[in-house]
């Protein structure tokens, strides 16, 4: 269990941090890191990628212990050797990548490792009413033996809360809680941090959306290389100071600037990549068809539900499609997509840790996956390791991965935006003619985005065609040629360069909506 002792902080403390520090493989990570949370605030922590901000809600959470200093939770010091001991203490965690058992019911995710029971009986109807009385209280209307895979994102991380309040958690912990979510569920869940704010329950809310963070926080600490490099009231920051707090200097612009290849007409001489000619899967998508030319970034635009990541897959062969062909420089792509890789077919998912990477194996392996073939010699088809090496490292510096990364280390260890450059590494060394992207600055720092995006428009340059799928207009219109709108697996609206609008933009997205709200 936590330690207690005499020591006590301030009553208006709920949580204090007093110089924490730890070290691994002799990297420093967090230097001396002292911060506290009032009790009822909602406390935003920012920071880029490899910051420490895993590592110090790590500590926070039991998982890791801290080399040097203290912890302080409600008045007392505040040791936890386990998560279990963090959740006894009141903390709850709610994590980017949600812990729940899609096949399971609500009523079984919220108990799960505390069942009701009354002696060996796990009493289903006491769990079932906690239940009803937990989803009342955050706004839900589902019977507690839903199964969670039929709840939306937003859904889903409302049952998270719902199980944070199960066990009377005083301090929750959101990890970038928005990334998945539809506008409308991100005012639904910021409206339930303010209530439970004015109860009194606090939170530390992570977020790259620097917005949500400035229009929700009361107070604000920055980390920078392990250090907190800025904290104060939220009133105290705008985007411009918190950007240059996160990358240690002033970033005049989010976006790199377009070379000359962006175009505003592409003319009827330029080759065609990728042509997608009506294809359609009933439920999913219908009658799609566009042209993908060489230089060119194509945007495409729509809100959640809309079917981008579900043609995306169609396009890359993982799912069927009943009608329609898909043909690259000419040539229809058929069968697998190993087939559309050995083709110059690449594609980076939504989901970069479930879809992206394999977790447990290192650097080099995940970066060489696609390309494997290529490093083998004689007969026996035997793996040329030196040649592999040479090729990573040069990959490596391209991407610009974190110099002090070991190419042996896993996947698993690296931060949001490291593992999203490794991903990236491990198509660009296929040399792919065209790129499919599907959210790719998802849940990464300001600073890794911008080389992202410069590795985005590097490649067109080069003469590849990128398909750019985002949920960030602003992203969509910094980088694109053009913007295709989807909207319920339909396509409303094309906009070149001169017509990006937001406006527009946005209405062609909930066009099809608002035609299915007249016909009901």
């Not at 109860?199 to 790259?208: D, K, P, Q």
């Not at 290389?225 to 970033?251: I, K, N, P, T, Y």
């Not at 068809?289 to 079917?307: K, P, Y």
Request: aromatic letters at 4%.
């Amino acid at each position: 269990m936590p330690t207690h002792t005499e020591q006590r902080t301030t009553s208006s403390e709920l949580l204090s941090f007093a110089g924490l520090t730890k070290a691994f493989f002799g990297v420093r990570v967090l230097n001396a890191v002292s911060f506290s949370v009032g009790a009822g605030r909602i406390v935003g922590l920012v920071g880029e990628n490899g910051a420490g901000k895993s590592t110090l809600m790590n500590i926070l959470g039991g998982n890791l212990p801290a080399d040097a200093g203290t912890m302080h939770f409600a008045g007392i010091e505040y040791a936890p050797r386990s998560p279990r001991e963090a959740r006894a203490a009141g903390i709850a965690f709610v994590h980017q990548e949600l812990n729940l058992f899609p096949n399971l019911s609500i009523a079984d995710n919220l108990f799960l490792t505390e069942f009701p029971t009354r002696g060996p009986l796990i009493q289903s109807s006491a769990m079932h009413r906690k239940t009803t009385g937990l989803l009342k209280r955050v706004g839900l209307s589902f019977s507690p033996e839903t199964l969670v895979e039929h709840l939306s994102a937003g859904e889903r991380q409302l049952v998270e809360i719902a199980h944070a309040l199960s066990f009377d958690a005083r301090l929750i912990i959101l990890d970038e809680p928005t990334t998945s979510l539809s506008a409308p569920e991100c005012e639904r869940l910021f409206r339930l941090m303010r209530e439970l704010r004015g109860e009194g329950r606090s939170f530390i809310f992570i977020s790259h959306t620097l917005g949500d963070v400035l229009r929700l926080c009361d107070e604000l600490v920055v980390l920078r290389d392990g250090e907190v490099a800025g904290q104060g009231a939220v009133g105290e920051f705008d985007q411009a100071r918190l950007v240059s707090l996160m990358v240690g200097r002033e970033l005049k612009q989010l976006f790199p600037a377009r070379g000359p290849q962006a175009k505003e007409v592409h003319s009827s001489s330029d080759a065609a990549l990728l042509e997608v000619r009506h294809v359609s899967q009933p439920g999913i998508v219908r009658d799609i068809s566009f042209t993908l030319r060489n230089h060119e970034v194509l945007g495409l635009s729509g809100l959640m539900g809309a079917g981008r990541s579900e043609l995306a897959r169609i396009l890359f062969g993982i799912d069927s499609c009943k009608n329609g062909t898909v043909s690259i420089e000419g040539r229809p792509l058929l069968g697998s997509p190993r087939d559309r890789i050995q083709r110059g077919l690449a594609m980076l998912t939504e989901n970069r840790r479930e879809d992206g990477l394999c977790l447990e194996a290192s650097i080099a392996e995940n970066m060489a996956l696609v390309t494997l073939a290529q490093h083998t010699r004689t007969p026996l088809r035997l793996l040329d390791f030196a040649g592999i090496r040479g090729v990573l490292s040069r990959i490596r510096q391209a991407v610009r991965l974190q110099p002090n990364l070991r190419l042996e280390q896993s996947a698993q260890t690296l931060s949001g935006g490291n593992q999203q450059k490794v991903v990236l590494a491990k198509w660009l060394l296929g040399q792919p003619r065209v790129l499919i992207l599907d959210e790719p600055t998802r849940g990464i720092d300001v600073g890794a985005k911008f080389e992202i995006y410069r590795l985005i428009l590097e490649l067109a340059e080069r003469g590849a065609g990128v398909l750019l799928i985002s949920s960030e207009i602003e992203e969509l219109t910094a980088l694109s040629d053009r913007i295709l709108v989807l909207s319920r697996g339909e396509i409303t609206a094309e906009f070149s360069r001169s017509q990006f609008d937001r406006e527009q933009i946005l209405r062609a997205a909930l066009s099809s909506h608002e035609r299915r709200e007249v016909k009901l």
